[in-house]
C-alpha cells in the first residue's frame, strides 16, 4: 500500500477563537493571526509533513454563519463544496460555546468528514467551567479534541484524530431539527435528483428551504425550487417569522440545548476585568484621551526606533558601495546597477524597513490584546459621517506604516463601497515613507509646528474627501455589528510570527515594483530624458508655483514617496534644502508630496483588489485634487501671507 | 415598556421584541445578520454599555456584541424588571 496520503484539511471556525494559530502551530506560519473579528480574509494554505503523510492545511475566512451574505461566507461554503476537503477541523471557543455550536451546526449540515478542535479551553476554566467532552462527542457524533492553542496543548491529538477521520472519510450524522422542519426536508430530498455535485441532499435541501440564492442557481429546476418555496411558506406560516428566521432560531435552539447539557460550572465565576479596562478605555471621554496617547506613542517610538535603525542599515549598505564600485565591470552598468536596482533594495530595507517592522509589532500587539476592536468601537459614530463603520479605522492606522497592506486590510468590511472608500482615504494617509519626508523636509527647514500643520491639514483633506465620497459613491453603509473579543495577554511568539507574515506580504509584493520602478527611473536619467520631462511638468510647477526642477522629483515620488527627498538631495547637489526652496515653496511642497499620487505599489494593491478601473480613477483623482488644492495653497502663501 | 435598544441605560436587562423593517424591501441584510449572530426575538440580553454616542455594546448568548447606533435603533426591546 502507498504510505503515503495527501489530505486535506479545511480549518472553519468563527472570527477570535484561535483558528489562524492553530494554523500556524500546524504548518510552521503562513498566516496573520487575529483577535480581530474577520481578519483572516484569504485562503492561506500550508503543508504539513510527517513520515507518514503529507497533508495540505487551508485557513477558512472566520465567518459566523454559512449564508451568502458576505464573501468570506461564500468562499467558505464554496471551498468545502467543491475543493471537498478531507477533513473540516471546526474550531470552536470553548469559552463561548453557544455561539459558536451555531456554526458548528452548520458546517455539519454539510455532511462532510468533521473533527472539533475545541479551543481556549483555559479561558473556559479561568470562568470556572469544564465541558464533558465525552457527552459533547456523542451529541455531535463527531471527534472533539480539547485544545490550547497558544501553548500547543492538544494540537497533536486533534491532528491524528484528523488523519484518521480524513482517511476513512468518517461522515457525521445529521442532527436533527424540529419536525415540522425535518418532515420537508425529507420531502424535498426525495425531489432533488442525483446531481453531478457531489453534495449532500440535506444540505441542498436546507438551503433550498431558505430560499439560498446560490443553491437555487446549482440546482437549476423551476418546480424543485417553486416546492420548496411552497414549503417554506407553510412553515411562515406555522411560525409566523420568515423562513431564514425559524432556521436560525432551530439552529440556535440545538446549540443552546446541547451546551447546557455538556457545560459545568466548577467553581465559582472568575472575575473578567475586560469590563472594567472598558470603563476606562471605551469612557466617551477617557477612551478618546487613551486612544490617541496610545496612537501617539506608538508612532513615537516606531519614529525613533526606526530612524535609529535606518541609519544603521545605510550606513551597513554604505560599507558595500566601496567594494562594489571596484568591481570590474563597465562603468556606466555599475552605476546602473547600483543606483538603479541596488538601491531600490536598500530602499525597501533602509527606509521601510526599519519603520514598517517596528509599526507592525506594535499593531499585532494592539490585535492580539484585544484593543483593535475597542479603536472601532470609539470611532463608529465618527467613520459613520464618511459612510463606514468603526473597523474602518483599522486599515486608516495599518496606512500609517505602509499604504499597501491597509489597502488589503479594508476586507475587513463587507461592502466594495465601503472598501474602496477606506481604500483611497488610506492611500492618503501619510506612511511611514511620507512621514520621513515631512519630518526631514518640513519639520527640520521650517520647524516642527509647520510639520503638525501638514498633518492637520491632511487629516483634514481626508476627512473631506471622505464625506464627498460618502454623497456621491452609490449605496449605503453597513452598521456596526462586531463581536467584542475580552482582552487577552498577547502571546510574544505569536506576535513575532504575525509580524513576520505581515512583513513578509510587504516584501513579496512591494520590493519587486520598488525595484522595478527604481531601475526605470535610473534608465530615464541614463537615457537623458529628464529634460522632455521638465517640460511636461512646467505647468504644474507654475501652478504650486514650485521651480521646475522641484516639480519634477514629484514624478520619481510617485515611485516611492521619499524619492521626492532623495532626488531634490540629488538634482541639487544640496541636502540645505532651505537654499533651493522658499519656506512657503517648502510648505506646498510638503503637503503636496503627502496627498498627489498613490505610489506605484499602492496602485497595483488598488488594481489587484478592485480592478484597473477603480485604480486608475482613483489616481487620476486624487492627482487633480491635490494640484488644485496645492495651488489654493500657493496662492494663500504667496497673495495673502 | 417598548423602547428602542439606543435607547435604553446600560445595566438594563431587556427582552427582543422586534426589528424595524423598512416596508417592501423585505427583510434587511444588517437583520439576518442580527440574527445570525444570536439576536432573535424573545430572546434576553444585557446592555453592558450604552452612552450618549457610539454603538451599544450588549451581552448575549455568553459572548459580547457592539452594534452600531443605526442598527441599534432598529431594535424594539422591552425592559425586564429588576434588571
Same mark, same amino acid.
Given at each position: 500500500?502507498?504510505?503515503?496520503?495527501?489530505?486535506?484539511?479545511?480549518?472553519?471556525?468563527?472570527?477570535?477563537?484561535?483558528?489562524?494559530?492553530?494554523?500556524?502551530?500546524?504548518?510552521?506560519?503562513?498566516?496573520?493571526?487575529?483577535?480581530?473579528?474577520?481578519?483572516?480574509?484569504?485562503?492561506?494554505?500550508?503543508?504539513?509533513?510527517?513520515?507518514?503523510?503529507?497533508?495540505?492545511?487551508?485557513?477558512?475566512?472566520?465567518?459566523?454563519?454559512?449564508?451568502?451574505?458576505?464573501?468570506?461566507?461564500?468562499?467558505?461554503?464554496?471551498?468545502?463544496?467543491?475543493?471537498?476537503?478531507?477533513?473540516?477541523?471546526?474550531?470552536?471557543?470553548?469559552?463561548?460555546?453557544?455561539?459558536? &455550536?451555531?456554526? &458548528?451546526?452548520?458546517?455539519?449540515?454539510?455532511?462532510?468528514?468533521?473533527?472539533? #478542535?475545541?479551543?481556549?479551553?483555559?479561558?473556559?476554566?479561568?470562568?470556572?467551567?469544564?465541558?464533558?467532552?465525552?457527552?459533547?462527542?456523542?451529541?455531535?457524533?463527531?471527534?472533539?479534541?480539547?485544545?490550547?492553542?497558544?501553548?500547543?496543548?492538544?494540537?497533536?491529538?486533534?491532528?491524528?484524530?484528523?488523519?484518521?477521520?480524513?482517511?476513512?472519510?468518517?461522515?457525521?450524522?445529521?442532527?436533527?431539527?424540529?419536525?415540522?422542519?425535518?418532515?420537508?426536508?425529507?420531502?424535498?430530498?426525495?425531489?432533488?435528483?442525483?446531481?453531478?455535485?457531489?453534495?449532500?441532499?440535506?444540505?441542498?435541501?436546507?438551503?433550498?428551504?431558505?430560499?439560498?440564492?446560490?443553491?437555487?442557481?446549482?440546482?437549476?429546476?423551476?418546480?424543485?425550487? !417553486?416546492?420548496?418555496?411552497? &414549503?417554506?411558506?407553510?412553515?411562515? !406560516?406555522?411560525?409566523?417569522?420568515?423562513?431564514?428566521?425559524?432556521?436560525?432560531?432551530?439552529?440556535?435552539?440545538?446549540?443552546?440545548?446541547?451546551?447546557?447539557?455538556?457545560?459545568?460550572?466548577?467553581?465559582?465565576? #472568575?472575575?473578567? &476585568?475586560?469590563?472594567?479596562?472598558?470603563?476606562?478605555?471605551?469612557?466617551?471621554?477617557?477612551?478618546?484621551?487613551?486612544?490617541?496617547?496610545?496612537?501617539?506613542?506608538?508612532?513615537?517610538?516606531?519614529?525613533?526606533?526606526?530612524?535609529?535603525?535606518?541609519?544603521?542599515?545605510?550606513?551597513?549598505?554604505?560599507?558595500?558601495?566601496?567594494?562594489?564600485?571596484?568591481?570590474?565591470?563597465?562603468?556606466?552598468?555599475?552605476?546602473?546597477?547600483?543606483?538603479?536596482?541596488?538601491?531600490?533594495?536598500?530602499?525597501?530595507?533602509?527606509?521601510?524597513?526599519?519603520?514598517?517592522?517596528?509599526?507592525?509589532?506594535?499593531?499585532?500587539?494592539?490585535?492580539?490584546?484585544?484593543?483593535?476592536?475597542?479603536?472601532?468601537?470609539?470611532?463608529?459614530?465618527?467613520?459613520?459621517?464618511?459612510?463606514?463603520?468603526?473597523?474602518?479605522?483599522?486599515?486608516?492606522?495599518?496606512?500609517?506604516?505602509?499604504?499597501?497592506?491597509?489597502?488589503?486590510?479594508?476586507?475587513?468590511?463587507?461592502?466594495?463601497?465601503?472598501?474602496?472608500?477606506?481604500?483611497?482615504?488610506?492611500?492618503?494617509?501619510?506612511?511611514?515613507?511620507?512621514?520621513?519626508?515631512?519630518?526631514?523636509?518640513? !519639520?527640520?527647514?521650517?520647524?516642527?509646528?509647520?510639520?503638525?500643520?501638514?498633518?492637520?491639514?491632511?487629516?483634514?483633506?481626508?476627512?473631506?474627501?471622505?464625506?464627498?465620497?460618502?454623497?456621491?459613491?452609490?449605496?449605503?453603509?453597513?452598521?456596526?455589528?462586531?463581536?467584542?473579543?475580552?482582552?487577552?495577554?498577547?502571546?510574544?511568539?505569536?506576535?513575532?510570527?504575525?509580524?513576520?507574515?505581515?512583513?513578509?506580504?510587504?516584501?513579496?509584493?512591494?520590493?519587486?515594483?520598488?525595484?522595478? #520602478?527604481?531601475?526605470?527611473?535610473?534608465?530615464?536619467?541614463?537615457?537623458?530624458?529628464?529634460?522632455?520631462?521638465?517640460?511636461?511638468?512646467?505647468?504644474?510647477?507654475?501652478?504650486?508655483?514650485?521651480?521646475?526642477?522641484?516639480?519634477?522629483?514629484?514624478?520619481?515620488?510617485?515611485?516611492?514617496?521619499?524619492?521626492?527627498?532623495?532626488?531634490?538631495?540629488?538634482?541639487?547637489?544640496?541636502?540645505?534644502?532651505?537654499?533651493?526652496?522658499?519656506?512657503?515653496?517648502?510648505?506646498?511642497?510638503?503637503?503636496?508630496?503627502?496627498?498627489?499620487?498613490?505610489?506605484?505599489?499602492?496602485? !497595483?494593491?488598488?488594481?489587484?483588489?478592485?480592478?484597473?478601473?477603480?485604480?486608475?480613477?482613483?489616481?487620476?483623482?486624487?492627482?487633480?485634487?491635490?494640484?488644485?488644492?496645492?495651488?489654493?495653497?500657493?496662492?494663500?502663501?504667496?497673495?495673502?501671507? | 415598556?417598548?423602547?428602542?435598544?439606543?435607547?435604553?441605560?446600560?445595566?438594563?436587562?431587556?427582552?427582543?421584541?422586534?426589528?424595524?423593517?423598512?416596508?417592501?424591501?423585505?427583510?434587511?441584510?444588517?437583520?439576518?445578520?442580527?440574527?445570525?449572530?444570536?439576536?432573535?426575538?424573545?430572546?434576553?440580553?444585557?446592555?453592558?454599555?450604552?452612552?450618549?454616542?457610539?454603538?451599544?455594546?450588549?451581552?448575549?448568548?455568553?459572548?459580547?456584541?457592539?452594534?452600531?447606533?443605526?442598527?441599534?435603533?432598529?431594535?424594539?426591546?422591552?425592559?425586564?424588571?429588576?434588571?
Amino acid at each position: 500500500m502507498d504510505k503515503k496520503f495527501d489530505l486535506t484539511f479545511a480549518l472553519a471556525g468563527n472570527a477570535n477563537v484561535g483558528k489562524s494559530v492553530i494554523f500556524n502551530q500546524l504548518t510552521g506560519g503562513n498566516q496573520i493571526i487575529g483577535n480581530w473579528p474577520g481578519k483572516t480574509v484569504e485562503i492561506e494554505e500550508g503543508f504539513l509533513e510527517t513520515a507518514a503523510y503529507k497533508i495540505r492545511v487551508v485557513d477558512l475566512p472566520g465567518i459566523y454563519s454559512l449564508s451568502t451574505y458576505s464573501e468570506e461566507e461564500v468562499v467558505t461554503r464554496e471551498f468545502i463544496m467543491k475543493e471537498k476537503p478531507d477533513v473540516v477541523i471546526v474550531v470552536v471557543d470553548a469559552s463561548a460555546l453557544y455561539r459558536n &455550536l451555531f456554526f &458548528l451546526l452548520q458546517i455539519l449540515e454539510m455532511e462532510v468528514p468533521v473533527v472539533v #478542535a475545541l479551543n481556549q479551553y483555559d479561558l473556559l476554566e479561568k470562568d470556572g467551567f469544564e465541558i464533558d467532552i465525552k457527552k459533547l462527542e456523542d451529541l455531535l457524533g463527531v471527534p472533539v479534541i480539547k485544545t490550547i492553542a497558544t501553548k500547543n496543548v492538544g494540537l497533536l491529538e486533534l491532528f491524528n484524530r484528523a488523519v484518521l477521520v480524513g482517511k476513512d472519510r468518517i461522515m457525521p450524522k445529521p442532527i436533527l431539527y424540529g419536525k415540522e422542519i425535518e418532515d420537508r426536508v425529507e420531502r424535498l430530498m426525495q425531489k432533488i435528483p442525483t446531481l453531478n455535485i457531489s453534495i449532500s441532499k440535506r444540505f441542498i435541501a436546507i438551503k433550498l428551504l431558505e430560499a439560498d440564492e446560490e443553491i437555487e442557481k446549482l440546482v437549476n429546476d423551476k418546480s424543485i425550487i !417553486a416546492f420548496a418555496h411552497k &414549503l417554506g411558506e407553510e412553515l411562515e !406560516a406555522l411560525h409566523g417569522e420568515t423562513i431564514q428566521t425559524i432556521l436560525i432560531r432551530e439552529r440556535y435552539a440545538q446549540s443552546l440545548q446541547i451546551s447546557q447539557e455538556v457545560l459545568k460550572r466548577k467553581k465559582g465565576l #472568575a472575575k473578567d &476585568l475586560s469590563k472594567d479596562i472598558d470603563d476606562v478605555l471605551l469612557h466617551p471621554v477617557f477612551g478618546f484621551f487613551f486612544l490617541i496617547l496610545i496612537l501617539l506613542f506608538m508612532f513615537f517610538v516606531v519614529f525613533k526606533l526606526g530612524s535609529f535603525l535606518s541609519d544603521y542599515i545605510g550606513s551597513l549598505f554604505d560599507l558595500l558601495k566601496t567594494p562594489f564600485m571596484s568591481l570590474h565591470i563597465g562603468e556606466k552598468l555599475k552605476i546602473f546597477l547600483w543606483d538603479g536596482v541596488i538601491e531600490g533594495v536598500v530602499a525597501a530595507f533602509g527606509i521601510v524597513l526599519p519603520y514598517i517592522a517596528p509599526f507592525y509589532l506594535l499593531l499585532s500587539f494592539l490585535e492580539d490584546s484585544g484593543y483593535l476592536a475597542r479603536i472601532a468601537f470609539l470611532t463608529d459614530t465618527f467613520m459613520h459621517k464618511l459612510g463606514v463603520h468603526g473597523k474602518a479605522f483599522i486599515p486608516l492606522i495599518e496606512s500609517f506604516g505602509c499604504n499597501v497592506p491597509a489597502i488589503m486590510g479594508t476586507r475587513v468590511l463587507e461592502r466594495r463601497r465601503d472598501r474602496i472608500i477606506v481604500s483611497i482615504l488610506a492611500t492618503l494617509v501619510p506612511c511611514s515613507a511620507r512621514s520621513v519626508i515631512v519630518f526631514g523636509l518640513v !519639520a527640520t527647514f521650517l520647524g516642527p509646528q509647520y510639520a503638525i500643520l501638514i498633518y492637520a491639514l491632511d487629516f483634514v483633506f481626508i476627512f473631506l474627501v471622505g464625506l464627498l465620497l460618502n454623497r456621491y459613491l452609490k449605496g449605503t453603509g453597513a452598521g456596526l455589528i462586531m463581536e467584542m473579543p475580552k482582552y487577552r495577554a498577547p502571546v510574544l511568539g505569536v506576535i513575532l510570527k504575525q509580524t513576520g507574515v505581515r512583513l513578509k506580504e510587504f516584501f513579496t509584493f512591494a520590493t519587486p515594483i520598488i525595484v522595478v #520602478a527604481n531601475t526605470l527611473m535610473e534608465g530615464l536619467i541614463i537615457l537623458n530624458l529628464l529634460p522632455y520631462l521638465e517640460v511636461i511638468v512646467k505647468p504644474f510647477a507654475w501652478i504650486l508655483g514650485l521651480p521646475t526642477l522641484a516639480t519634477l522629483t514629484l514624478i520619481f515620488g510617485a515611485l516611492r514617496k521619499e524619492l521626492t527627498l532623495i532626488m531634490l538631495a540629488t538634482f541639487y547637489r544640496t541636502m540645505n534644502f532651505s537654499s533651493i526652496l522658499t519656506a512657503k515653496q517648502i510648505f506646498v511642497y510638503g503637503f503636496v508630496t503627502m496627498v498627489y499620487i498613490p505610489c506605484v505599489a499602492s496602485i !497595483a494593491m488598488l488594481k489587484r483588489e478592485f480592478g484597473s478601473r477603480v485604480a486608475i480613477l482613483v489616481t487620476i483623482f486624487e492627482f487633480v485634487l491635490a494640484m488644485l488644492l496645492g495651488g489654493i495653497l500657493h496662492l494663500i502663501c504667496e497673495v495673502i501671507l | 415598556m417598548r423602547k428602542l435598544l439606543s435607547g435604553v441605560k446600560s445595566g438594563k436587562k431587556v427582552k427582543v421584541v422586534d426589528f424595524i423593517v423598512p416596508p417592501h424591501h423585505g427583510v434587511p441584510q444588517y437583520i439576518i445578520r442580527l440574527q445570525e449572530m444570536g439576536i432573535l426575538r424573545g430572546d434576553i440580553m444585557t446592555i453592558e454599555r450604552n452612552g450618549e454616542f457610539g454603538p451599544v455594546e450588549v451581552e448575549i448568548k455568553g459572548t459580547h456584541l457592539a452594534i452600531g447606533r443605526g442598527i441599534a435603533s432598529k431594535i424594539v426591546v422591552e425592559e425586564i424588571d429588576n434588571g
